[in-house]
């Protein structure tokens, strides 16, 4: 029972290494083709992550660095002064405090240029600190705020344009050109509406005029009736 209470590994490292010696391992074959160690998936993945990033992340405008690790009793004008020094190009520089007020030893650094940062963090990240009790730590920011929109939008290639049509173009066209004309329409001067044409009379019958003859035969139909 009192195997129970070591550990797996001194479990592991007591057993009698003659198990071992019973192994034997097969002769390799000099016919064999040798052939380079796989890598672990999880080292090519990796790899292809860092690849995608080294793409994507563009450091032309990235001017930020923020230094760790800086001794708590160093002034602002020290740790200016020995950067402005060693690497130049120090446009301004910023200190973290606690809600005390005392420096955390984190400092932030804007430099006037991308080329500047990327010298500092590449000379002075992993640096040592007071004879070894310490390492710097640099980390470069990468804003993309600071990138201008003209390197960010590129022009749209003209086969592609040369597909996209116009969602209702030919209905938006007609609705512009209705407009227009209505516009047109009521800037124009109003003009008097025609005048109607009189209907023309008709002309009563002429009368036919009475031969002597005629008047009196009805003289004398007159007096007979009488």
Same mark, same amino acid.
């Given at each position: 029972?009192?195997?129970? $209470? ?123 600190? $007071? ?84 008047? $009196? ?10």
């Amino acid at each position: 029972m009192a195997s129970l $209470d070591k550990s797996l590994d001194d479990i592991i490292s007591s057993k009698p290494k003659k198990f071992a010696s019973k192994t034997k391992t097969a002769p390799k074959s000099k016919n064999l083709v040798s052939k380079k160690p796989v890598k672990p998936a999880a080292k090519v993945l990796a790899k292809a992550v860092q690849l995608k990033k080294q793409k994507i992340l563009d450091t032309t405008y990235a001017t930020k660095v923020v230094v760790h690790g800086l001794p708590r009793d160093l002034p602002i004008n020290a740790i200016k002064d020995f950067f402005q020094a060693q690497v130049g190009g120090v446009q301004n520089i910023a200190l973290s405090y606690n809600e005390r007020g005392q420096f955390k030893g984190i400092a932030t650094i804007i430099f006037k240029s991308s080329t500047s940062a990327a010298k500092a963090v590449e000379k002075y990240n992993g640096a040592p600190i $007071d004879g070894g009790s310490s390492k710097l730590k640099l980390e470069l920011i990468i804003d993309p705020s600071k990138r201008p929109l003209a390197s960010r939008i590129g022009e749209r290639p003209a086969n592609l344009a040369s597909r996209i049509k116009p969602v209702g173009s030919a209905k938006v066209q007609a609705a512009k050109a209705k407009l227009q004309a209505a516009k047109a329409k009521k800037n124009q001067p109003a003009q008097p509406a025609p005048k109607k044409k009189a209907a023309p009379k008709k002309k009563a019958p002429k009368k036919e005029k009475k031969t002597l003859e005629q008047l $009196d035969q009805e003289m004398e139909d007159y007096f007979e009736k009488n």
